[in-house]
């Protein structure tokens, strides 16, 4: 069985939308793209090295188009991506000429893509993917990367329909930045109880 990470840079409040520049989604008149790029430092670095090692990815089909657009032009910087195997979730797109695609039409289909063997999945931006992972209990790692910031606006990284779940503290490192950077791993089913006074 293989094992789903999901890889998130957020905000305070939650917010996922167009970290990387305006030109990745503006949809909903977004107007804060680019709000991690100047919080970039030596941790930093070093964590998103480790993080771009080769695996497989998970992709919902809005963040496919941006990596398509991009990645194969910039193989240098991130060659694993190139090389690994892309499963873009995708009602409306079937080929693509980026090499190692494969599309996927339903959950049933990610379902079955878990229970093969091969490298690890990596899930990188794509919300309405995550949504969908998280309210079927399909997600094996949470890898955060926690923003100083409240934007008050856009595409959050997780919604009301997420499955109850626990998780604990794998590893965790602050920049000088003040990003948060936190691995979590599923550690099971949430634990309620009452305080005493």
Known sequence: ???ITVLSMITMDGVMQAPGGPEEDASGDFKYGGW???????IFGQIM?????PAD?????????????????HANFWPAVNEGTKYVLSQTKEKSDWKNTVFLKSLADIQQLKQTEGADIQVWGSSELVHLLLKHDLVDEIRLKIYPL??????????????????????SHVTSKGVIIAHYKRSGEIITGDVEL
């Open 1 to 3: 069985m293989r094992k």
């Open 49 to 53: 090295q480790e993080e771009m090692k």
């Open 150 to 171: 409240i934007l008050g606006e856009g595409k959050k990284w997780i919604d009301n329909n997420a499955l109850p779940a626990a998780f604990v503290l794998a590893e």
């Open 57 to 73: 990815y998970l992709l919902g089909r809005k963040t496919f188009d941006i990596f398509e657009s991009y990645w194969p032009h």
């Open 36 to 42: 991690t790029v100047s919080y970039g430092d030596e």
